[in-house]
């Protein structure tokens, strides 16, 4: 029952709904832990409890960067939510959030929740739709729903009720990376129409040592785009985790580069936050 506190993407981050994910992502953060397999909380109502009462006695400056108003959670910080919702009792979560007078929901993903569409939470659920380069998700995020798709949904989900943001994460560098990235945009400029109503997070790669070597042994593509030791530095995470990150002096340039290309295509898309 743990709510750890975020302040980026949402204030906190609920307890796990779920722990794994049934994508195959190979930068995945997540399959460090479970490279296989999914685990589902029984006890819904308990951790609705507990982000009930967190609500309650929380102490959140708003408006902030994550929400004008509400304090924010991201309910699906161990697996994609959207992805996995046949299997959690996700309208009761939905309704929990859109009555609360305080908490707000939050989850990234990559599939496009179809069945999420005939529920109309009033704004208190926000969906971060992840976006990067075709050409690049089709190696390190194979079998998820197409950016076209992810992008053409954004829309459809403004319009059913939802808080809708973009999630560019993760931003991998590489020759003609800016020039992919450009093309992104422009399709983000081009297919939505609700321009004022969606804003952005991005959150360039962190890899790790142990799932780089699980993707070289079990042969999961996309090492040469994720492991590049001459561009990165070492990163102890919090957890103890031995990660890699662009080094500082690549990453500084790299983030004013996105901004600026971002901002000469799409300024209607507030960056909330990058790193």
């Known amino acids: 029952m743990l709510i750890r ?40 109502g308990d951790i609705l409890t507990a982000i009930n009462n967190h609500a309650m006695f929380a102490v959140v400056d708003k408006p902030n960067q994550t929400h004008e108003k509400f304090v924010t959670y991201d309910i699906s910080c161990n697996e994609d939510f959207a992805l996995h919702a046949k299997h959690h009792d996700w309208k009761r979560i939905f309704t929990f959030f859109k009555e609360h007078d305080i908490a707000m929901g939050s989850f990234a993903t990559k599939t496009i929740p179809h069945r999420f569409l005939e529920f109309n ?23 998820t729903a197409p950016i076209l798709k992810r992008i053409k949904a954004i829309d ?95 990453k500084q340039q790299w983030i004013q580069q996105f901004i600026d290309l971002h901002s000469e295509i799409i300024p209607f898309n507030q960056i909330r936050y990058i790193f």
């Open 5 to 44: 506190y975020s302040g980026r993407s949402t204030d906190y981050i609920s307890p796990s709904f779920g722990y794994g994910c049934l994508f195959n992502c190979s930068y995945c953060y997540m399959k460090r832990h479970l490279p296989e397999g999914l685990s589902i909380s029984t006890n819904t």
């Open 121 to 143: 939470p009033d704004g208190k659920i926000r969906i971060r739709f992840s976006l990067m380069p075709q050409n690049i998700s089709a190696i390190v995020e194979p079998n």
């Open 156 to 250: 459809d989900f403004i319009k059913a009720g939802y808080d809708v943001h973009i999630n560019y994460s993760p931003v991998i560098t590489y020759p003609g990376w800016k020039e992919d990235y450009e093309e992104l945009f422009k399709l983000v400029d081009t297919y939505v129409n609700n321009k004022d109503k969606v804003k952005a997070e991005v959150i360039f790669l962190t890899h790790n040592e142990d799932k780089h070597l699980y993707n070289l042994k079990n042969n999961i593509f996309g090492e040469n785009l994720l492991w590049n030791p001459y561009i990165q530095e070492a990163k102890v995470s919090q957890y103890g985790g031995k990660n890699v990150r662009y080094k500082l002096e690549y």
